[in-house]
């Protein structure tokens, strides 16, 4: 098993390398995920309402039970709404040279992980093929 260890490095970092650009090319040439955020019906007057609020980045729900879920004040709210789930991000443009890098190393991550499952699938006689097959499946669907 240590031998085969040693030799997961490569077909971990080629289906890493392959998941990364497999999943851009979808990301930018297919529709697939325009549909993930919708719009809001008066966009300029969310921002006018919340944008003086000064609302520090991070992730956000309305309404947040401080006490207990069960309690009668949060049911209230939750029945009169609205309710909202939301990140707030940093004002200007992110910087994409980070944000693929992130994307990179989870991508990497996912594919080790992935090999040491194709390892306990192949035991000690794995052939090259089916460990890359194994590994950017695994890697793609996560």
Same mark, same amino acid.
């Given at each position: 098993?240590?031998?085969?260890?040693?030799?997961?490095w490569?077909?971990?970092?080629?289906? #890493?390398?392959?998941v990364?650009?497999? #999943?851009?090319?979808?990301?930018?040439?297919?529709?697939?995920?325009?549909?993930?955020?919708?719009?809001?019906?008066?966009?300029?007057?969310?921002? #006018?309402?919340?944008?003086?609020?000064?609302?520090?980045p991070?992730?956000?729900?309305v309404?947040?039970?401080? $006490?207990?879920?069960?309690?009668?004040?949060?049911? $209230? $709210?939750?029945?009169?709404?609205?309710?909202?789930?939301?990140?707030?991000?940093?004002?200007?443009?992110?910087?994409?040279?980070?944000?693929?890098?992130?994307?990179?190393?989870?991508?990497?991550?996912?594919?080790?992980? #992935?090999?040491?499952?194709?390892?306990?699938?192949?035991?000690?006689?794995?052939?090259a093929?089916?460990?890359?097959?194994?590994?950017?499946?695994?890697?793609?669907?996560?």
């Open positions: 098993m240590e031998h085969f260890s040693s030799l997961l490569l077909p971990t970092l080629v289906s #890493a390398v392959f990364f650009f497999a #999943a851009a090319l979808i990301q930018m040439l297919t529709p697939w995920h325009h549909s993930d955020y919708g719009t809001l019906p008066d966009e300029e007057g969310f921002r #006018a309402a919340v944008g003086p609020l000064a609302i520090p991070g992730d956000y729900t309404p947040v039970p401080v $006490k207990n879920m069960r309690s009668p004040e949060f049911a $209230k $709210k939750v029945e009169d709404g609205p309710r909202v789930m939301m990140t707030v991000f940093p004002n200007g443009m992110t910087g994409m040279g980070s944000m693929l890098i992130y994307q990179f190393i989870f991508t990497l991550f996912v594919s080790w992980f #992935a090999g040491h499952v194709a390892q306990l699938a192949f035991g000690n006689s794995p052939q093929h089916d460990i890359v097959h194994v590994v950017g499946t695994m890697s793609f669907a996560a």
